[in-house]
T-cell receptor, first 113, second 113 residues
Framework: NAGVTQTPKFQVLKTGQSMTLQCAQD?????MYWYRQDPGMGLRLIYY???????DKGEVPNGYNVSRLNKREFSLRLESAAPSQTSVYFC????????????FGSGTRLTVV | AQSVTQLDSQVPVFEEAPVELRCNYS??????LFWYVQYPNQGLQLLLK??????LVKSINGFEAEFNKSQTSFHLRKPSVHISDTAEYFC???????????FGQGTRLTINP
């Protein structure tokens, strides 16, 4: 099983550029999440999708948009990147009936210059 | 809203010494509790979890954590650490019935030979 696959692994953007981070899971999980990880701040929830067709804001949604394309895929879009969005981004998925534990992707390291 | 406090940002210990990583959460309502481990340049992996039942839960690699409802704590312990335990450890909590996890700030465990 591939689990949760994120692409790309690394990206450098210029301020104002846009990009989409891709995430796909092959575990038939209902819920998917996007987190960002910054030093000393742990993981902060950007957006989540409890099920196909639904999305909700998390703790730090400003500057981001998401699309739950189907049950497998959940993308995160930065419309106009800012240096404050330099971070490591993690996608995760979970299945309600399996104890709420998350499976994480390996992350995307994004630098905005 | 739930919050999680990991009381130590860094914990240096010698190999084969015992270690305790501390975690407190804010709410006394029924919760699910998790510890995740992140090895360098990797995503997070589930280490152990408490959902219900016995308050002492164990991982396959010798870690254990005890749920203490009165003190709203879920401290992680290992009686003898190995160099390979060097990683960052995250405590996380969700309210029962909720799917979102709230993460602590992380504790970096460094093992010295």
């Amino acid at each position: 099983n591939a689990g949760v696959t994120q692409t790309p692994k690394f990206q450098v953007l210029k301020t104002g550029q846009s990009m989409t981070l891709q995430c796909a899971q092959d575990m038939n999980h209902n819920s998917m999440y996007w987190y960002r990880q910054d030093p000393g701040m742990g993981l902060r929830l950007i957006y989540y999708s409890a099920s196909e067709g639904t999305t909700d804001k998390g703790e730090v949604p400003n500057g981001y948009n998401v699309s739950r394309l189907n049950k497998r895929e959940f993308s995160l879009r930065l419309e106009s990147a800012a240096p404050s969005q330099t971070s490591v981004y993690f996608c995760a998925s979970s299945h309600r009936e399996r104890g709420y534990g998350y499976t994480f992707g390996s992350g995307t390291r994004l630098t905005v210059v | 809203a739930q919050s999680v406090t990991q009381l130590d940002s860094q914990v240096p210990v010698f190999e084969e010494a015992p270690v305790e990583l501390r975690c407190n959460y804010s709410s006394s309502v029924s919760v699910y509790l998790f510890w995740y481990v992140q090895y360098p340049n990797q995503g997070l992996q589930l280490l152990l979890k408490y959902l219900s039942g016995s308050t002492l839960v164990k991982s396959i690699n010798g870690f254990e954590a005890e749920f203490n409802k009165s003190q709203t704590s879920f401290h992680l312990r290992k009686p003898s650490v190995h160099i390979s335990d060097t990683a960052e450890y995250f405590c996380a909590v969700s309210d029962q019935g909720a799917q979102k996890l709230v993460f602590g700030q992380g504790t970096r465990l460094t093992i010295n030979p």
